[in-house]
């Protein structure tokens, strides 16, 4: 059988493994699919920032949005501090002050990953479940770099496609 390889951008591949990771650590499949979407994109926040293209917000400004925020607390998923709230649903990460809803997310991954959707995914849970949580939530983001797909430094690799070996994850859990 030939080996997997997906062409695919870096976000879907963060969200879909910091969803896994969030069910691995005791959420909901619906909870982890609010919080990997959180994940993907603070990350690319951030690297966006490093890479010129997003300017930083004014401290002022960014403890005047912390205060109007209600109810909020923090999960961490994958290294990051996720900004989440309680709802009638479970827990969901809040961006820009709504919810991250879940349906969303699943039709967003589907779009990327197509109909390798449901072998990247059962790779990724096989992976997270090879580690217990604890030490999962230690190496998430290790685990990650060790599989995410290979891009150009730099500006020439924002938004760039590279190969997601289905292989590689799977045999980091073997590894492991």
Do not use: H
């Not at 995914?121 to 290979?150: H, I, V």
């Not at 190969?163 to 859990?173: C, E, M, V, W, Y």
């Amino acid at each position: 059988m030939a080996e997997l390889n997906i062409l695919i951008n870096r976000a879907p591949v963060l969200a879909l493994w910091a969803a896994v990771v969030a069910e691995r650590l005791g959420f909901t499949q619906d909870e982890g699919l609010s919080l990997g979407k959180a994940v993907a994109g603070l990350m690319a926040q951030s690297k966006g920032r490093r890479l010129g293209i997003y300017k930083p917000v004014p401290e002022e400004i960014k403890k005047a949005r912390a205060r109007k925020r209600g109810e909020e607390f923090f999960v961490e998923v994958c290294g990051r501090a996720v900004p989440a709230i309680n709802t009638e649903d479970g827990v969901r990460a809040v961006t820009r002050g709504r919810p991250i809803e879940p349906g969303g997310v699943e039709r967003y991954l589907e779009s990327k990953f197509g109909e390798s959707l449901g072998v990247a995914r059962a790779a990724m849970r096989d992976l997270a479940k090879a580690f217990p949580p604890e030490q999962l939530r230690e190496n998430a983001f290790g685990l990650y770099e060790q599989f995410r797909p290979t891009i150009p430094e730099g500006l020439r690799g924002w938004g760039a496609k590279g190969k997601l070996s289905i292989g590689r994850i799977r045999s980091l859990a073997v590894e492991a």
